[in-house]
């Protein structure tokens, strides 16, 4: 490499309450909903759920059951029905629920030069739509099994959960070119940690409370977000 070249870094980014306020999963059941995917009560499920995430942080019991639920859902649908289904419910939903200050973080990384991949449990192909929507390099998500095109129900390789975002942002590094100890990770869930301890430069964003300890033990960089800055985001592109 020579003296002018500027050496590759990477800056990963989760996306539920890092990128965005709450669950990607329940936007999406919601959307499923409205597609008559599923069902009423599965909504009302999914809405509880979200609303305790919100109020403590992930809870790896819940998310599961709704991960479960989904894979009942996707089962002999296409990639291309639920790339399309993404994409809507990133338009109708999710755009407006995005933390403006992580999507400008992740941003800047862009415009210094660097790749920024989101980490994220939820399934490649809304991954795929998120990334891809806000201009980002790529995403790293939970692979649904396939054949033909169609869902089987099944992963596979594993949810893309806690010490897997490190493995996938490990061989991302390594595919990329980049030295660990100069890349980001951003998150706020203690799942999270294996990810954060793998970089040299990580962030918490609104950390649980296991997170918190373990950051402030640390001294890592700790962004806290209100949700007042969603609000002046959306009336700000409303003028």
């Known amino acids: 490499m020579s003296e002018d070249t500027i050496a590759p870094a990477i800056a990963f980014f989760d996306v539920d309450n890092t990128l965005l306020r709450g669950a990607s999963l329940y936007h999406l059941g919601v959307g499923a909903w409205r597609r008559r995917l599923v069902t009423g009560r599965d909504v009302l499920s999914f809405a509880w759920k979200q609303a305790r995430f919100l109020s403590v942080g992930e809870n790896g019991v819940h998310l599961a059951s709704i991960r479960a639920r989904a894979l009942e859902v996707v089962v002999g649908y296409s990639r291309a029905e639920l790339v399309s289904l993404s994409a809507e419910i990133f338009d109708a939903r999710l755009l407006q629920r995005l933390w403006p200050e992580t999507v400008a973080v992740a941003r800047a990384h862009l415009k210094a030069g660097r790749e920024v991949w989101l980490v994220s449990a939820t399934a490649q192909e809304v991954a795929d739509v998120i990334a891809e929507r806000l201009g980002l390099t790529g995403a790293l998500g939970t692979r649904l099994e396939a054949v033909d095109g169609i869902f089987t129900g099944r992963l596979t390789d594993g ?43 990580p962030v918490v964003v609104n950390p649980d409370a296991t997170l918190r300890r373990y950051a402030a033990a640390r001294h890592w960089p700790m962004m806290i977000l209100k949700r007042a800055s969603i609000k002046a985001a959306r009336t700000s592109k409303k003028r």
């Open 159 to 201: 949810v893309c959960h806690g010490a897997r975002k490190a493995v996938a942002a490990n061989a991302q590094a390594e595919r990329s070119g980049a030295d660990l100890t100069d890349c980001w990770a951003y998150s706020d869930s203690h799942n999270d940690i294996p990810l954060l301890d793998l970089v040299g430069n």
